[in-house]
T-cell receptor, first 117, second 112 residues
Framework: DAGVIQSPRHEVTEMGQEVTLRCKPI?????LFWYRQTMMRGLELLIYFNNNVPIDDSGMPEDRFSAKMPNASFSTLKIQPSEPRDSAVYFC???????????????FGPGTRLTVL | GQQLNQSPQSMFIQEGEDVSMNCTSSSIFNTWLWYKQDPGEGPVLLIALYKAGELTSNGRLTAQFGITRKDSFLNISASIPSDVGIYFC????????????FGKGITLSVRP
């Protein structure tokens, strides 16, 4: 299995520009999570999807952030316009959500390191 | 909201030593997971625990799910230099739309 795939691995952009981060979850997984990691705040959950439907976006910092999951094998996280304080590592994770029982294990991608100048 | 506490923020040990890390919560979880993150990479799952009192090993790693459901610990025995990294605990709850709550992580340094 290829694991969770994220692109790009690194992104450097200027303030005000639109940034799009991409994620391909593990085949067969039906839940997808977007996280942001900074030194100050650690790992923060931004949004997650079950069966391509957004379930909880309470972690999305502002309206500048949006996420979509048009199908089971692809998701995007978009920041428009970007600001320097958005600089962080953004991780995508996926899991195979059971209908009942314990929380499923999440598998993380390698992350996208975003720098906004 | 729920919070997981991991402390200290950093640990420094000598190669060959054992090390133990705790994770505590003010509320109950029914799943505990331990992840390790290497520099420049995403967190990788080490051990998953699904039952109060459960003790699970993975090579030199041993983790336990606390009886109260509010804590977990991870032990690393006979540490080696490649054990260096950030160790995160995460708690989860049963439910169709449950999610994981992560601790802030402990950075482990191993001196050769």
């Amino acid at each position: 299995d290829a694991g969770v795939i994220q692109s790009p691995r690194h992104e450097v952009t200027e303030m005000g520009q639109e940034v799009t981060l991409r994620c391909k979850p593990i085949s067969g997984h039906n839940s997808l999570f977007w996280y942001r990691q900074t030194m100050m705040r650690g790992l923060e959950l931004l949004i997650y999807f079950n069966n391509n439907v957004p379930i909880d976006d309470s972690g999305m910092p502002e309206d500048r952030f949006s996420a979509k999951m048009p199908n089971a094998s692809f998701s995007t996280l978009k920041i428009q316009p970007s600001e320097p304080r958005d600089s962080a590592v953004y991780f995508c994770a996926s899991s195979r959500r059971a209908l009942a029982g314990n929380t499923d294990t999440q598998y993380f991608g390698p992350g996208t390191r975003l720098t906004v100048l | 909201g729920q919070q997981l506490n991991q402390s200290p923020q950093s640990m420094f040990i000598q190669e060959g030593e054992d090390v133990s890390m705790n994770c505590t919560s003010s509320s109950i979880f029914n799943t505990w997971l331990w992840y390790k993150q290497d520099p420049g990479e995403g967190p990788v799952l080490l051990i998953a625990l699904y039952k109060a009192g459960e003790l699970t090993s993975n090579g030199r790693l041993t983790a336990q799910f606390g009886i109260t459901r509010k804590d977990s610990f991870l032990n690393i025995s006979a540490s080696i230099p490649s054990d260096v990294g950030i160790y995160f605990c995460a708690g989860g709850l049963t439910g169709a739309n449950s999610k994981l709550t992560f601790g802030k992580g402990i950075t482990l340094s191993v001196r050769p």
